[in-house]
């Protein structure tokens, strides 16, 4: 799909920042943007700031973790629209840096809620309905290098998550190709740097029913943490520009990748070297993926 003009568009977690600039890039495509994210206040925020700008764009409050409320997101995109050409999953959480075993069964219920069962409840929905239209159409999942390339051994509950996604959309692929050519599914792995976004503080979404059985230890700014952390040490941090990323995200897809990344090279050396070790009979890890 070359062209976006007049496309209908939908980016879940929009109320976030990566989720933001899609829906920025995709209305300077010409695409009509529904954004949906859990959280009303940051959505409302997104498609005030957004509509400035011009173009078409709306917001719908969605829990992906919930399907009954992904299938209203979607009987209200078909309802209003009459169809959805690209699919963004793109909300996802996070969970504290900890062991596996002081990990809690709350942060794999919530953690894989979103980040997996989110993704499947948006691709149930909305995929038969984008096969019964017959039209070009496009579904693209944001996973992580952390997981989809190499864990951190800190992150396994979010790692975990994410190597799901990205076997998810493999899957989903492979059986577009041989089912529904006029179909595409692409993995997205943001990149490029750190990345200044929601998911350093995503507790402050995270619900009653799945609150951490103990304290982590963390402290609830993640962000303001690291800063300080760096500042202290010296370390000189890239930051990745959203708006640059959220471009190259759309290059990638107009150029019918199925991996959508920067520095896509450095990732197929780093699995390379995972694979050879993993050949020989090896743990694929090294230090880098023992920072948390």
Same mark, same amino acid.
């Given at each position: 799909?070359?062209?976006?003009? !007049?496309? +209908? ?9 990566? !989720? ?8 300077? %495509?010409?695409?009509? +943007?529904?954004?949906?994210? +859990? ?10 700031? &957004?509509?400035?700008?011009?173009? %078409? ?10 399907? %009954?409320?992904? %299938? ?14 690209? &699919? ?56 992580? !290098? ?18 799901? +996604? ?26 490029? !740097? ?99």
């Amino acid at each position: 799909m070359q062209n976006y003009s !007049g496309k +209908v568009a939908v980016v879940t977690g929009g109320g976030g920042d990566i !989720g933001k600039a899609i829906a920025k890039r995709l209305l300077a %495509e010409g695409a009509k +943007v529904v954004v949906s994210d +859990v959280e009303k206040g940051a959505l409302d925020a997104v498609v005030t700031e &957004l509509s400035q700008g011009g173009g %078409e764009v709306t917001g719908i409050v969605t829990d992906v973790s919930d399907p %009954e409320s992904v %299938e209203a997101l979607a009987e209200q995109v078909y309802g209003e629209h009459g169809a959805c050409h690209l &699919l963004f999953n793109n909300a996802g959480v996070g969970a504290p840096s900890v062991n596996v075993w002081e990990t809690t069964i709350n942060d794999w219920k919530w953690v894989l809620g979103v980040n997996v069962m989110g993704v499947i409840h948006c691709i149930q929905s909305f995929v038969p309905r984008m096969i019964a239209g017959g039209e070009e159409g496009h579904v693209i999942n944001t996973s992580s !290098g952390d997981g989809g390339i190499a864990p951190m051994a800190g992150q396994s509950v979010y790692a975990s998550s994410k190597a799901s +996604v990205s076997i998810i959309t493999e899957c989903l692929a492979a059986q577009f190709s041989q089912q529904h050519p006029n179909l595409k599914a692409t993995i997205f792995y943001p990149s490029g !740097g750190l990345l200044k976004t929601g998911i350093w503080s995503c507790a402050r979404n995270r619900p009653e029913e799945f609150a951490r059985e103990k304290p982590s230890g963390q402290p609830e700014d993640l962000m303001g943490a690291f800063m300080k952390h760096a500042e202290e040490t010296g370390m000189d941090l890239q930051f990745q520009d959203l708006d640059d990323l959220a471009t190259a995200l759309i290059a990638d897809l107009k150029a019918d990748k199925f991996v959508a990344m920067l520095g896509i090279e450095g990732a197929g050396q780093t699995l390379r070297t995972r694979a050879e070790k993993i050949g020989r009979g090896e743990a694929p890890f090294d230090e880098h993926s023992m920072i948390a």
